[in-house]
C-alpha cells in the first residue's frame, strides 16, 4: 500500500510541475499565465527593449502576420505654442517602426498584436516608406501622458482629495492653525 502511495504522491507532484511551467508545442512557447497587456502598462522602455524581436499580429478572418520591430525612437522636444509650454508638452512623446512583407498589407486600424515577452495588446499601425521591393514599413506614434510614479500618484491622491477652497499656497498656514 505504502508503494501505491509513494508512486501517486510523486506523479502528483510531477504532473504539478508539468502543468505549472510553460508547455513547448510545434515549437513555439505557450504560458498560459502570460497576461494580456494593455498600451497604457507598457512604457517606452519595455517596447524599445523588444527591438529586433517578432510580434504576431492578428489581421482579421483568421489571417495572423508577423512584424519586427526595428527600431523605437524617443521625441525628447518639449512643443511649444506660442511663448508658452503646449498643452501636451509633458506628454510621452515616442515611435516604433515596424517591418512586414510587402504582400501582407495590413489596414490602418486597431489591430491586436502578441509578443512573447510583452503579451497581448491592441496598436493603430500606418504604412510609411520603404525602398525595399519586398517589404514594408509600418509607424505607430505614442503622445501620451507620462506615467506616475508611486509617490507622485499618492501626492496627487491627497491634493484630490482636499476641498476645492485649500490650495497649496494656503495649505501651510491651515496646518499651523489646525
Same mark, same amino acid.
Given at each position: 500500500? #505504502?508503494? !501505491? *502511495? $509513494?508512486?501517486?504522491?510523486?506523479?502528483? &507532484?510531477?504532473?504539478?510541475?508539468?502543468?505549472?511551467?510553460?508547455?513547448?508545442?510545434?515549437?513555439?512557447?505557450?504560458? #498560459?499565465? !502570460? *497576461? $494580456?497587456?494593455?498600451?497604457?502598462?507598457? &512604457?517606452?522602455s519595455d517596447l524599445a527593449g523588444q527591438v529586433r524581436t517578432r510580434f504576431r499580429v492578428h489581421a482579421g478572418r483568421g489571417r495572423t502576420v508577423e512584424l519586427e520591430l526595428m527600431r523605437a525612437t524617443l521625441d525628447p522636444k518639449r512643443p511649444q505654442h506660442g511663448s508658452q509650454p503646449a498643452p501636451d508638452a509633458d506628454n510621452e512623446r515616442f515611435s516604433l517602426f515596424f517591418c512586414g512583407r510587402r504582400d501582407e498589407r495590413l489596414e490602418g486600424r486597431p489591430l491586436k498584436f502578441e509578443h512573447d515577452q510583452l503579451g497581448s495588446f491592441e496598436l493603430v499601425v500606418l504604412p510609411i516608406f520603404s525602398g525595399h521591393p519586398d517589404q514594408i514599413n509600418y509607424q505607430a506614434v505614442f503622445n501620451r501622458p507620462r506615467k506616475q510614479g508611486r509617490i507622485a500618484r499618492l501626492i496627487q491622491a491627497r491634493w484630490s482629495g482636499m476641498p476645492a477652497r485649500k490650495s497649496a499656497s494656503n495649505l501651510n498656514s491651515n496646518q499651523k492653525e489646525g
Open positions: 500500500m #505504502s508503494s !501505491r *502511495r $509513494a508512486f501517486l504522491a510523486g506523479f502528483s &507532484t510531477a504532473a504539478a510541475v508539468v502543468l505549472a511551467s510553460p508547455v513547448r508545442a510545434l515549437g513555439r512557447s505557450f504560458d #498560459s499565465r !502570460r *497576461r $494580456a497587456s494593455s498600451l497604457d502598462e507598457l &512604457t517606452f
